[in-house]
């Protein structure tokens, strides 16, 4: 918005000296080329307006007992919420709502990262271990140790996986509890789930892959677009984005793993992308990236995308 607002700005100093110097022809092809940019303007704005990004959003944050009692400690907690923008978190979603609660002591911190059906709470605590809460029972339903801290977590409603740092997945049933360590996957890096298969990055090898919840291979995909996979996610109809960070770009993957397509590469700003999500409902994307402002000056920030 600032940077349209500034634009705007621009135009507006262009018009008043043109209005004091030009001549009516110039005035006439300088208006022409305005009215392009201000339309282009207004569009940005209706988009906005339509999907509801302007509407201010009411958070209440209410910690549970059994939380608290995961991780005691006679000093003060800090907690900080975060929902990510312009992404709704629509009760009853089946992949679950991404809420990243950080609590801070004194030692180290831990997260509630994930909530499922808006019943089951998900931390990544200390020791190399998740825990499983009931939110709306109030206590703890289960703690799994992890040989390695926990390097992603992902959930269709039914399922949890889970993505520890020695590159193994650990899957979760969620109507009984029971987990189980799936050691046909190895080098996993970002995982998504869809329709019961695994999808993941293995970015040493720049391959992306598809697995059976059970752990069998269906299909391993390697392209020179893709260097240094890392971010992947999934569309309602099983296309596969992958965000490959070492070349800038954006691909999508067939369902079927045999061919992709670049959507988005640093000609469109695009810059080493990490991180890559989808709402399935609404198919409006969010993707990282860097920008340069100027030769000593770069930042981290986030696209949205709407399908």
């Known amino acids: 918005?600032?940077?349209?607002?500034?634009?705007?700005?621009?135009?507006?100093?262009?018009?008043?000296?043109?209005?004091?110097?030009?001549?009516?022809?110039?005035?006439?092809?300088?208006?022409?080329e305005i009215e392009?940019?201000?339309?282009?303007?207004?569009?940005?704005?209706?988009?906005?307006?339509?999907?509801?990004?302007?509407?201010?959003?009411s958070l209440?944050?209410?910690?549970?007992?059994?939380?608290?009692?995961?991780?005691?400690?006679?000093?003060?907690?800090?907690?900080?919420?975060?929902?990510?923008?312009?992404l709704p978190s629509e009760?009853?979603?089946?992949?679950?709502?991404?809420?990243?609660?950080?609590?801070?002591?004194?030692?180290?911190?831990?997260?509630?990262?994930?909530?499922?059906?808006?019943?089951?709470?998900?931390?990544?605590?200390?020791?190399?271990?998740?825990?499983?809460?009931?939110i709306e029972n109030d206590e703890i339903i289960q703690t799994?140790?992890?040989?390695?801290?926990?390097?992603?977590?992902?959930?269709?409603?039914?399922?949890?996986?889970?993505?520890s740092g020695d590159r193994k997945c650990t899957t979760v049933n969620l109507n009984d509890m029971s987990h189980t360590i799936l050691e046909g996957i190895e080098g996993v890096g970002c995982i998504s789930l869809f329709k019961g298969n695994i999808y993941g990055t293995k970015d040493l090898e720049s391959k992306v892959f598809c697995f059976k919840s059970t752990g069998e291979p269906l299909w391993t995909f390697k392209h020179q677009n893709i260097d240094w996979p890392v971010g992947i996610t999934l569309d309602i109809n099983g296309f596969i984005y992958v965000a490959s960070c070492?070349?800038?770009?954006?691909?999508?993957v067939s369902p079927d793993g045999k061919t992709c397509k670049t959507i988005l590469s640093e000609a469109g700003a695009i810059k080493s992308p990490i991180v890559i999500d989808i709402n399935k409902e609404t198919g409006m994307m969010i993707v990282s990236s860097k920008i340069r402002e100027?030769?000593?000056?770069?930042?981290?920030?986030?696209?949205?995308y709407k399908n």
């Open 1 to 32: 918005m600032e940077q349209r607002a500034s634009q705007i700005n621009q135009i507006h100093s262009q018009f008043t000296k043109m209005t004091l110097f030009a001549t009516e022809l110039q005035i006439y092809i300088g208006l022409r």
């Open 246 to 252: 070492r070349n800038n770009r954006v691909v999508v």
């Open 36 to 57: 392009k940019t201000t339309s282009q303007t207004a569009k940005y704005i209706e988009d906005l307006e339509s999907g509801n990004n302007f509407i201010e959003k």
């Open 144 to 163: 799994i140790k992890l040989s390695h801290d926990c390097f992603g977590v992902v959930s269709d409603g039914e399922t949890f996986v889970i993505s």
């Open 60 to 86: 209440e944050l209410n910690i549970s007992s059994a939380l608290q009692s995961f991780y005691k400690t006679s000093n003060p907690l800090e907690i900080s919420l975060s929902i990510p923008p312009l």
């Open 91 to 134: 009760k009853g979603r089946k992949d679950g709502i991404f809420i990243r609660i950080v609590v801070t002591s004194t030692k180290d911190p831990f997260d509630v990262c994930f909530v499922i059906n808006n019943k089951v709470a998900v931390t990544l605590g200390p020791a190399n271990q998740t825990t499983l809460v009931d």
């Open 294 to 304: 100027d030769s000593n000056t770069e930042y981290e920030t986030a696209f949205v």
